[in-house]
């Protein structure tokens, strides 16, 4: 069966501390992998990760792919109360679908 | 990207009655979807909303229970018929941006309480 896990489930952390979120996946058919920020009700986009190795970067957050041993992480440093949220992680299994399955996600809390 | 407006925002419902979410787009898009976020779940998709076309849903949905319609490329709508407490959930849709990679963004979502 296919499926998204990631870890930790939930982190609580202070300003300024750096965090590393994981995401693996048992797919057939891998074709991309995203990464969300859910802090209300709708996931923004932050990644697609579709090599292996090669980091997106985007201010204080950075994500790489692993498509060996099939995981992504999610670093985020120098960590703000504005990062507080739920990361989503999910996998895009078909060529030319849309469909993904999710993971559970990891709620990140920063306190200030 | 795309500019998705959803409504409505959150709504509270008694049990037996259907609501319908309304999904704006502003732009042209091939696909749309309608995923289910149930409190501390992530997020599970309903069913592609095809224009034109009836809705091809997911495992574990029927139309009967979530009626779509897809009018046009820009609008599409979800109905939650016969509401009861387990339809609480936040109700999202999104679209498709067509790409080598496929890169999926989403509404605003909408919260429903269902009493």
């Known amino acids: 069966e296919d499926k998204v896990v990631q870890s930790p489930l939930s982190l609580v952390v202070h300003e300024g501390d750096t965090v590393t979120l994981n995401c693996s996946y048992e797919?057939?058919?891998?074709?991309?992998l995203l990464w969300y920020k859910q802090e209300k009700k709708a996931p923004t986009f932050l990644f697609m990760l579709t090599s292996s190795g090669i980091e997106k970067k985007s201010g204080r957050l950075s994500s790489i792919l692993d498509k060996k041993e099939l995981f992504s992480i999610l670093n985020i440093t120098a960590t703000q109360t504005g990062d507080s949220a739920v990361y989503l992680c999910?996998?895009?299994?078909?060529?030319?679908?849309?469909?993904?399955?999710f993971g559970t996600g990891t709620r990140l809390k920063v306190l200030a | 990207s795309a500019v998705i407006s959803q409504k409505p925002s959150r709504d509270i419902c008694q049990r037996g009655t259907s609501l319908t979410i309304q999904c704006q787009v502003d732009s042209q898009v091939t696909m749309m979807f309608w995923y289910r976020q149930q409190p501390g779940q992530s997020l599970t998709l309903i069913a592609t909303a095809n224009q034109g076309s009836e809705a091809t849903y997911e495992s574990g949905f029927v139309i009967d229970k979530f009626p779509i319609s897809r009018p046009n490329l820009t609008f599409s709508t979800l109905t939650v018929s016969n509401m009861s407490p387990e339809d609480s959930s936040i109700y999202l849709c999104?679209?498709?941006?067509?790409?080598?990679?496929?890169?999926?963004?989403f509404g605003p979502g909408t919260r429903l309480t269902v009493l």
């Open positions: 999910a996998v895009n299994m078909v060529a030319g679908t849309y469909k993904y399955i």
């Open positions: 999104s679209v498709g941006i067509s790409g080598p990679y496929n890169e999926q963004f």
């Open positions: 797919v057939t058919n891998f074709r991309s």
